[in-house]
Each structure stands twice: as C-alpha cells, then as structure tokens.
C-alpha cells in the first residue's frame, strides 16, 4: 500500500469520521457503522491500548482508553482484547474490572489459551506446554553463553518466556544476533519463537491472535469486526480478518503505528498514531454512533 497515511480521526472526513485508505476498510467502516450490535472491536494491548515501556511490568492503558470502551461497548456485540499477556495481568494493567459498559468484556490471554469474562471475572485456561518450563530452566545459562546477551532481560510470561533486547547497548544488533539461537532452543522443547519490538518470545506453536479472534468472531456471531494491533504478533490477526472478508464478513484493519514495525502499516486500512490515536478513534466512534 505504499507509505502510510497517519490519521487523527476527528480530522478526517466531513463526518469526522477516518476515511480507510482501502475500499475493504471502507466497506468494513460502513458495516460497522450500519449494525453496530453485530459488530465486534478486538484490539491488542501493548503498543495499542498502551504504550510500549522499557519495562513491561510498567505498562499501562492510556489513561482515556476504558472511557473510551466503556463509551462505545454497550453498542456493540462486543469488546474483545486479544494479547500475548497472561489474562489476568492485561486485566490489572489494563484497569479493565468492574467497570460500568465494559459487563462483557473479554480478555483472550496468552493469543487465546487463557480467557477472562467480565461476566464472570475469572480466567479459563488450558494445561501449559511443558517446554515452556524447560526453556525457563535452561535460558538464563543459554544467554550466558551468548556474547549478545549483554542488557537483555527475561520476561516470565506463565505461558510463554520473553527476551527482551530494548535496555541492551546495540536492541537491533541483540535481537538480530538472538533470534536465531533462540529459535534453535525452542524448537528443541516444541515451542516457537514469536518476534515482536525488541523482543523475542517462546510460546507453544498452533496459537496465534489470528485463530483466537477467529474463533470468538464465530462464538458471537459477528457479522463485523474492527481490529487494531501494532506489532508482529498481530499479523495473524490481520490474515484472520482478511480471510474473513473473503469469506463475506465486514473488516477494518486498523493500525496503531510506530516507527519500529511497518509490516502492519502495509497492510492496515487505517493508520492511527499509537495508543493516543487508537483512543480518538474509539471516542469518534463512540460520538458517532451515541
């Protein structure tokens, strides 16, 4: 699609409404629009609902972003954040419990193997991948090893183990000079390694964003969904959406953009300006459809 276009959504079209650069947003966008109570919002947590941080643990929702969902949830069919994180911790950093609109919220956790209903404010989750106890056992002496390692640090995921090179001296020559190894070591315990912003994690393979939000679009019988992500990880989602768009549903995709990651801007409707743009553009929607 070229380079993209950085959108604020109150500045977009005569009906301050953001004008998708593809005729498949646009289509998605007025679906959307026309049968808001058939539409779901899906959108990922880090570097989209908040901003990426040096230390994840610090991360946080944009302070404007549960107004903005509680605003436009209860016009929906849904809300639905689907990430990496262990459920429950994107639902404590995201501030997403007991909060008026958001009574069916839900939080598809660890890119679908964990779940967490506002209705019931508990988690699901299916039994872990025992590599994943073996690589946390075995990473810390593997990195030791490795001349790269230096002020790179290890993320404790439950589910997943996470290597992040953002503190390290040269973050892109750490991240180049580690993925392969890792890679090496993950497929010795049947795992993965899933590339993203200065990080590098290792989950167990067959679990994605995308077959997550494809399952819940069926499970709520959506006939539209708006998607917004920012990193790698979202791919998958972005393939899911477009698959079902073939298929006949309604998909915005909308990108929260960052200087680091333009494979998702490539492929995006929609390109807001991180976090702070996602959130105007839930608030446009929100006012829209009030």
Known sequence: ????????????????????????GRDGLAAFLARPERAVVALDFDGTLAAIVPDPEQARAHPDAVPALAALAPRLRSVAVVTGRPAGVAVRYGG???VPGLEHLVVLGHYGAERWDAVTGTVQAA????GVAAVRAELPGFLDAIDAWRGTW????????AVHTRRARDPQAAFDALRGPLA??????GLIVEPGRMVLELRPPGIDKGVALAGYL???G??????????????????AVEKLRG????????????AEVTELSDRADLVVDGPGGVVALLNTLAGHLA
């Open 247 to 258: 298929d006949g549903m309604a998909g915005l995709l909308v990108c929260s953009g960052s």
């Open 218 to 220: 069926r499970e709520v």
């Open 184 to 189: 090496e070591l993950a497929h010795r315990h």
């Open 96 to 98: 997403f419990a007991g």
């Open 222 to 239: 959506a006939e539209s969904v708006l998607y917004a992500g920012d990193d790698l990880g979202d791919i998958p989602a972005f393939a």
């Open 1 to 24: 699609m070229g380079d993209p276009t950085y959108v604020q959504p109150d500045q977009s079209g005569p009906s301050g409404l953001p004008e998708p650069v593809t005729a498949a």
């Open 154 to 161: 290890i993320e404790e995921k439950g589910r997943a183990v």
């Open 127 to 130: 039994d872990p991948h025992p």
